[in-house]
């Protein structure tokens, strides 16, 4: 299958309008069709509950909860990242699926549940990027088992800065809506595109050279939203 | 408390998982010894999860679901693979110094003699092989050969201590040099120093024999 290769990137105005923040699309995936089910984003509580009830006792109805609102989303990011929409789909389900195996080391004290999944999903791109399809599973099997020897490793009480997973998580996203748009969409872009500071050079009309110090100066207003004193 | 961290653009493409192998690992080094500098990491991967939920959904294939719960059942029915650690042989460190987590899953080569006093192993990092990572050691007061860099070198100091004219670095420090940078690194005179350093190029020494030493060691 032709499907470890990237498309050029989408252009650039197609890509901006799907930027902004929304709720969930009401369709449903096909195999979850419980239409008494409102479309609202799950609160991080509850997907924290649904990756407890994944590890023990295997929760299908859980693990479907979780699929319903990661994979779309993760596919999103995969595409934004420049993988055509074969690749992300099959990417997706490989993080999904990675959801599951390391369910069982899910700490939402370490990590909150996004966040959580988020680095699964990065870091699924990230071995891709380097390894390809089949090095990227091989790579997350392999993870799995890792993970699995550090939760044994480390049955030692958290540390003080692991306690506030919760509290930074609800306040970067409290930042984050304080930000103007443009820098909210700065740190966006940094995220999701794959050659960020040329992309935001043309989503904002900006000089390449001037793009470094507009996201550090987003970064800055967000780490100030945060409640951190920087100059 | 170290002084020197990575910059905040640095930190910002790690969290994103856009920074080279061999870059990410220094930046991992250094943030396993920063206090600091984990706790921002912590904020910027909280960002990206935040991220991922503001994003606006791409839905999947019908199907979908489905083809992965046959892979979950498929993956349950062959046992967990041995962890792939590499940490059999390790060359070996002054009485103190740990080998940071994050070379766990490296190979580290023993120390090759490269001047008088002056040490380098090469790391080799299962995930990208041509990555440029190597240790250097260097007793007190040695200075490494002048250069100029081509694409970005990252360094986390292990132990010790070094100084290049801008400025000195500690154990716990990290630094970033680039092309726009020359400099002459010396380790200062209170003992020796291991730096664990990542190149995007080959490094650019002054001197012929420098040069060739460099071509030698791959760097
Ligand atoms: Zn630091």
Known sequence: MGMNTLTAPLPLSLRLDAQVARRPAPGHLSVMSSPSRPSRMPTPDELSAWIRAVADPGDRAAFAALFRHFAPRIKAFLMRGGADAALAEELAQEAMVNVWRKAASFDPARAQASTWVFTIARNLRIDYARRGLDGAREQSAGDAADELTDELADAAPTPPEQLAAGQIEHGVREALGKLPEDQALLLRLSFYEEQPHADIAKALSIPLGTVKSRIRRAMEQLRRALGHLQP | ?219
């Open chain 2, 1 to 219: 408390m170290n002084t020197h961290h990575p910059d905040q653009l640095l930190l910002l493409s790690q969290a994103a998982g856009r920074l080279d192998a061999g870059a990410s690992l220094v930046l991992a080094t250094h943030i396993e010894m920063c206090p600091g500098c984990r706790a921002q990491m912590r904020e910027l991967e909280a960002l990206g999860g935040v991220l991922l939920d503001q994003i606006e959904p791409v839905e999947l294939a019908a199907g979908a679901f489905s083809r992965t719960l046959e892979r979950i059942d498929a993956a349950a029915s062959f046992a967990p693979r041995p962890p792939a650690r590499v940490k059999a042989t390790r060359p070996d460190l002054p009485a103190g110094l740990q080998w940071p987590h994050s070379l766990d899953g490296c190979s580290i080569s023993p120390w090759h003699r490269i001047g008088p006093d002056m040490r380098w192993s090469r790391v080799d990092l299962p995930q990208q092989r041509d990555a440029r990572v190597f240790l250097l050691r260097m007793g007190a007061g040695r200075m490494l050969a002048a250069h100029t860099h081509s694409g970005r070198e990252v360094t986390q100091v292990l132990y010790g201590a070094f100084e290049d004219g801008r400025a000195a670095w500690h154990a716990g420090d990290f630094d970033e040099a680039d092309e726009t940078i020359h400099h002459r690194p010396q380790v200062t005179a209170d003992g020796e120093c291991i730096c664990l350093v990542a190149l995007q190029g080959p490094l650019r020494f002054d001197g012929l024999l420098a040069r060739a030493l460099g071509a030698w060691m791959g760097i």
